[in-house]
């Protein structure tokens, strides 16, 4: 498959009272066109940082990102990024929170309206259309958010830590309703989570990442066939593959005395 992203050398230092802080060693990741893959570290790592970096939103200290082959250091609106916090508009309606992408983009009303609508009706949020968020439960205004992250129509999508808030049977129902939106759509995806099940049963690929500074400690390739059924986490190989992150997390935390 072809490269859909891929940073070049990125690194991050940022200046302190004390001297520089380097939050991201120059580092080199290429992921490919329609896959699934997942940053997975300790906090501090520079899971959030890199996110910020791919989005533009943040110029790396040395190094660019390619998109498409394309330069796209600094650049914005190259790639959809949700935050574990869904962000919608208590104003606005459940359609209307999902066609804000498109409306920024410059789309009439009417048509990103009748764009969004079946979208709304397949994935789970038929009936709740014209409600607001506020009626909404932490599922469905996850629903909500990343099906706005996914009509603002980039080939890329950063999800940073989507379903951590959420309770466990929910969390559960959302990974699969996830796996059947990528099915279907096959985008790119980045996803962070602190959730090492939740890595390995979505994921095609794992980036373990240490921290001081934030860096990739192994690649784990995932190479369950899909659609996956639940009884994965089961198996030799599922088990195996996840006692390997947990030891490279071990030995990627920080100590105390570090901390």
Excluded at 20 to 27: D, E, H, M
Excluded at 53 to 75: F, K, S, W, Y
Excluded at 210 to 234: F, H, K, N, Y
Excluded at 236 to 248: H, M, N, Q, S, W
Aim: hydrophobic content about 45%; glycine content about 8%; charged content about 20%.
């Amino acid at each position: 498959m072809p490269v859909k992203v891929h940073l070049d050398h990125v690194g991050m230092a940022f200046p302190t009272p004390t001297g520089t802080f380097r939050a991201v060693a120059p580092l080199d990741l290429s992921i490919e066109t329609g896959r699934f893959i997942s940053l997975v570290g300790p906090s501090g790592c520079g899971k959030s940082t890199l996110f910020n970096i791919i989005a533009g939103l943040l110029q790396p200290t040395e190094g660019r990102v390619l998109i498409d082959g394309d330069d796209a250091t600094g650049t914005i609106g190259r790639v959809g990024y949700m935050l574990q916090k869904d962000l919608l508009l208590a104003w606005r309606t459940v359609l209307d929170n999902v066609i804000l992408g498109m409306e920024i983009q410059g789309k009439p009303l009417k048509q990103a309206r009748e764009r969004a609508l079946p979208l709304l009706q397949k994935y789970g949020l038929a009936g709740f259309e014209y409600l607001y968020p506020n009626s909404l439960s932490g599922g469905m205004r996850q629903r909500a958010a990343l099906l706005r992250t996914l009509l603002f129509d980039t080939d890329v999508i950063l999800l940073d830590e989507p379903f951590g808030a959420l309770d466990a049977q929910t969390k559960l129902q959302m990974q699969e309703w996830l796996m059947q939106l990528w099915s279907d759509f096959r985008k790119t995806v980045v996803f962070v989570t602190h959730d090492v099940e939740e890595a390995i049963y979505l994921s095609d690929e794992i980036h373990l990442m240490g921290t001081r500074p934030g860096r990739i400690l192994e690649t784990i390739a995932i190479d369950s066939p899909r659609p996956r059924r639940r009884s994965i986490v089961l198996t030799p190989e599922f088990i195996a593959i996840k006692e390997r992150c947990l030891e490279l997390l071990t030995v990627a935390a920080p100590t105390l005395e570090a901390a």
